[in-house]
C-alpha cells in the first residue's frame, strides 16, 4: 500500500464550478501538507502548504487538513480553465527544505468553457 | 532568475548507453533534488545535495545510478548502463533555507527519458 493515496482523475469540469481534489495518507508521522500544481511539460510548483489540522485559505484556494482522518483536501472556487493541471499532494514529517517530500501521484483536472 | 534549467528537455536512447541529466539549480540555492516521475509511482525523490554534499541518496535506485554535484550551479545525474525501465521524467529542483519561503521548492521543466 502506498504511503500516500491520490485519485488520478481525470477531472472533468465546467467553468465557474466548485473543485474538490483529495488525498489519503497512512503514516501519522506526516505534519505538513502541500498541494503543487503541474502544468503538462512543465515542473510541479508549489500552490499551497499547511501545518497540522485545520484549513487555510489563499484567494480561491482552500486547503484543509483532517489529521485524525489522515484525510486532506484542496478546494478551488470559481474555476477557470486556467486551472487545468495536474495536482499532486505532498506531505512531510518536518519542515523546512530538507525535510522529505513524500507526493501524490496527481489528479488531472480538465476546466471546460 | 532563470528558475532552475534542466537539459536536454528530451532523451532518447538504446538500452546500455550511458544517460547523463544535467541541472543549473538556481542562483543562491543551498539545497538541490533529483526527482523520477512515472504515471505509477508519482514523484519520487533519488537523492539530495546540501551545500553541494550529498545528503540522502536512499532513493537511488541502485548502483546504475550516480550524482554529482561539482559545484554550486550545477549538478549532473547518470545513468549507466541505462535500461527500459528507467524511462521517466527526472526533474531537478532547488531550494533555500534562508528567506520566507524555505519550504518551497523550485522545480525545473524535467527531462524526458525514454530508453529503448
Known amino acids: 500500500q502506498k504511503e500516500v493515496e491520490q485519485d488520478p482523475g481525470p477531472l472533468s469540469v465546467p467553468e465557474g464550478a466548485i473543485v474538490s481534489l483529495n488525498c489519503t495518507y497512512s503514516n501519522s508521522a506526516f505534519q505538513y501538507f502541500m498541494w503543487y500544481r503541474q502544468y503538462s511539460r512543465k515542473g510541479p510548483e508549489l500552490l499551497m502548504y499547511t501545518y497540522s489540522s485545520g484549513n487555510k485559505e489563499d484567494g480561491r484556494f482552500t486547503a484543509q487538513v483532517d489529521k485524525s482522518s489522515k484525510y486532506i483536501s484542496l478546494f478551488i472556487r470559481d474555476s477557470q480553465p486556467s486551472d487545468s493541471a495536474t495536482y499532486l499532494c505532498a506531505m512531510s514529517r518536518n519542515t523546512g527544505t530538507a525535510s522529505k517530500l513524500t507526493f501524490g501521484t496527481g489528479t488531472r483536472l480538465q476546466v471546460t468553457l | 532568475d532563470a528558475g532552475v534549467i534542466q537539459s536536454p528537455r528530451h532523451e532518447v536512447t538504446e538500452m546500455g548507453q550511458e544517460v547523463t541529466l544535467r541541472c543549473k539549480p538556481i542562483?543562491?540555492?543551498?539545497?538541490l533534488f533529483w526527482y523520477r516521475q512515472t504515471m505509477m509511482r508519482g514523484l519520487e525523490l533519488l537523492i539530495y545535495?546540501?551545500?553541494?554534499?550529498?545528503?540522502?541518496d536512499s532513493g537511488m535506485p541502485e548502483d546504475r545510478f550516480s550524482a554529482k554535484m561539482p559545484n554550486a550551479s550545477f549538478s549532473t545525474l547518470k545513468i549507466q548502463p541505462s535500461e527500459p525501465r528507467d524511462s521517466a521524467v527526472y526533474f531537478c529542483?532547488?531550494?533555500?533555507?534562508?528567506?520566507?519561503?524555505?519550504?518551497?521548492?523550485?522545480f525545473g521543466s524535467g527531462t524526458q527519458l525514454s530508453v529503448l
Open positions: 542562483s543562491g540555492h543551498d539545497y
Open positions: 529542483a532547488s531550494g533555500s533555507t534562508l528567506g520566507p519561503t524555505n519550504e518551497k521548492l523550485f
Open positions: 545535495f546540501n551545500n553541494n554534499v550529498p545528503i540522502d
